[in-house]
């Protein structure tokens, strides 16, 4: 009897010495680290399943006992008495979300603006505050006209010494622009449709011509066109001109070293409607010449305050608004080409502006997410551009080159999107 108190007594020490955490090994599992992972036996009941890949302990390796020790390889801070960031079981047995965490969220929660949506998208509130921007059929109509109205006058203005306006019989006006580099032609249309294939109605309506003085439509301007210098067959653009727009001022977020739009309460408290709306535009218009590394706009005015202390008080280079306060992104010919083959000098100040931004329109990421997955930008831009213009024929087309580094930087913008969400969504 002795004996077998003895033996029952040995045993009961045995089983309150084992450790807490105890998983006898009847095979190995691995798990996404590469460490193995213990799993019980099956004989233990269905209420012991293997472990899952889904517990915190999933990145610990066992030991030859069969006991689990926490190795922390700097993803599992709430391992070992440190922080829970899971919000689920914490390191003191206790249940539900840690303070740490409950600091953050009140953090967040305090920062929010009825602006924001989803962390760091407008909200469609703000966005239909905002005066629209040109539609599809503006580009039609637009299209209709040119093709089919006659120019009655041209005049010097719209910029570069061979640029004209244009006035037509019905006293419609645009913008003509003519270049002998091929290349500047480019940059405007090819801008001006990725604008399009992004959303972005802040370009006017502009489409290709050929100045032709034989033609009916040029024929009352043939002495003009000769004082312009004007060769025949050649290509130009015409985009429409609109009337009364005023200067547009860089916004105050977008002026200092400290550059910054993110969406915090305090800062979208203190903004009436129309600077809300600025801001809305805004974000579009950083990511539009982000992409196409359009250096003669805000990069403009960044890279000449070198020697004007004063320069990002003044007004944006080719930016104008209109009196219901829309922007319009005017002069877009440095885009995708001249600005691409200058990137070595004005890249740095490109991402300054792009790291700046953490609020976007929802469509636009939207966009840029697509294009990002697609990686077929280059293509649907020659796409849309030959079933839009019937010259297609008369300028090259968006070449691979080009096309690839435009893929980039959509990359380059989407990262800056995911990153923003990371920090507030």
Known sequence: MAGLAFTLGF????????????????????????????????SEGSAR??????????????????????????????LQGQTDYSGSQQSDGSSGTSPAKEAVIRNRESAKSPDVVDGVFWSKT????????FTEGDQKGWKNKIDKTKVVKLETGCGRMQNRMATFKDAAQACVRYRLNTDQIQGEIFSFYLSKLLGIDNVPPSSLHLVNTIDDRWRTVTGEIANSKWADDKVVIFTQFVEGLKPSYIPVEFRGEDRKLHPKQDLMNSKGPEDLCDLVQWSD??????????????VNNMFNKQWNPNMMNTPAHNLERTSNGRLIFLDNESGLFHGYRLL???ASYHRTLLDSLCVFRNSTARAIERLHHSGSVGEELNKMFSQ??????HI??????NAKILQQR????????????????
């Open 49 to 78: 399943k293997q472990l899952s890949l889904d517990n915190p302990l999933r990145l610990v390796k066992p030991s030859s006992h069969g006991v689990v020790y926490p190795q922390n390889n700097g993803t599992n801070a709430y």
């Open 344 to 346: 070595d000098k004005y």
């Open 410 to 425: 959509i990359a380059d913008v989407y990262e800056q999107i995911q990153t923003c969400k990371k920090q507030y969504v």
């Open 11 to 42: 045993v009961l020490g045995l089983v309150i010495q084992l450790p807490v955490i105890t998983l006898p090994l009847n095979e190995e599992q691995f798990g996404d680290s590469g460490f193995k992972i213990g799993v019980r036996s099956e």
């Open 285 to 298: 218009l950083i990511i539009f010449d982000y992409l196409t590394a359009n250096l003669d706009r805000v």
């Open 396 to 401: 090259p087309r968006l070449p691979q080159k």
């Open 126 to 133: 703000t966005e239909r505050k905002c005066p629209g921007g």
């Open 388 to 393: 839009n213009e019937e010259l297609y024929n």
